[in-house]
């Protein structure tokens, strides 16, 4: 069966700092995985995705997240972490199907603190 | 790209009632999905919805319940039947396009 772990609930960050954001996966055959950010109140919003190819992705508002098939991992980064970058955030992945069905993680709560 | 949009935004309703939320993407989709995303929780997909045939629904979640529409490739509707306060959540359209999925603002529901 298909499933996402994201290990932490809440990650904290000064501002100015790098964050990581962590997901592991279980999926047979090859993942499409994604990142998705929800601010309050608002909707899901696209980040970031890998389907194939290089293993470093780059994304929106300075995301990236990189692939690591050994470890089955797909963590969310970025070099500075700004204020407004707190919300929260998914990982997702859809089989290699490619059906459209995500399964999503429980979420991780980014606080970058001035 | 794809723009969804939902109606209603959100709304309050009496327990045992039903709400119909509606759903409309700005060109047409071979699937969409409906999900449902508890207070504090994640989002979890209540079914996948193709046009002129049944939606498919995912363990835990019934057609009784949670009926849904697709009278064409841009347009479904999620009712949630005889509603209680677990009942309350938010409720998201979703639509594939290439490799990339697209939701919708939410409806937010609150059951009293």
């Known amino acids: 069966a298909q499933s996402v772990a994201q290990p932490e609930d809440q990650v904290n960050v000064a501002e100015g700092n790098p964050l990581t954001v962590k997901c592991t996966y279980s999926v047979s055959g090859n993942p499409y995985l994604f990142w998705y950010v929800q601010y309050p109140n608002r909707g899901l919003q696209f980040l970031l995705k890998?389907?194939?190819?290089?293993?470093l992705v780059k994304g929106s508002y300075g995301f990236e997240a990189e692939f690591n098939k050994s470890q089955t991992s797909f963590h969310l980064k970025k070099p500075s972490a700004l204020v407004s970058d707190s919300a929260l955030y998914f990982c997702a992945v859809r089989g290699s199907g490619n059906t459209g069905k995500l399964i999503f993680g429980q979420g991780t709560t980014l606080q970058v603190k001035p | 790209s794809a723009v969804i949009s939902q109606k209603p935004s959100r709304d309050i309703c009496q327990r045992g009632t039903s709400l119909t939320i509606q759903c409309q993407v700005d060109?047409?989709?071979?699937?969409m999905f409906w999900y449902r995303q508890q207070p504090g929780q994640s989002l979890t997909l209540i079914a996948t919805?193709?046009?002129?045939?049944?939606?498919?629904?995912e363990s835990g979640f019934v057609i009784d319940k949670f009926p849904i529409s697709r009278p064409n490739l841009t347009f479904s509707t999620l009712t949630v039947s005889n509603m209680s306060p677990e009942d309350s959540s938010i409720y998201l359209c979703?639509?594939?396009?290439?490799?990339?999925?697209?939701f919708g603002p939410g409806t937010r529901l609150t059951v009293t």
């Open positions: 890998y389907i194939t190819g290089d293993n």
């Open positions: 919805a193709n046009q002129g045939s049944e939606a498919t629904y």
């Open positions: 060109s047409q989709v071979t699937m």
């Open positions: 979703s639509v594939q396009r290439d490799y990339e999925q697209y």
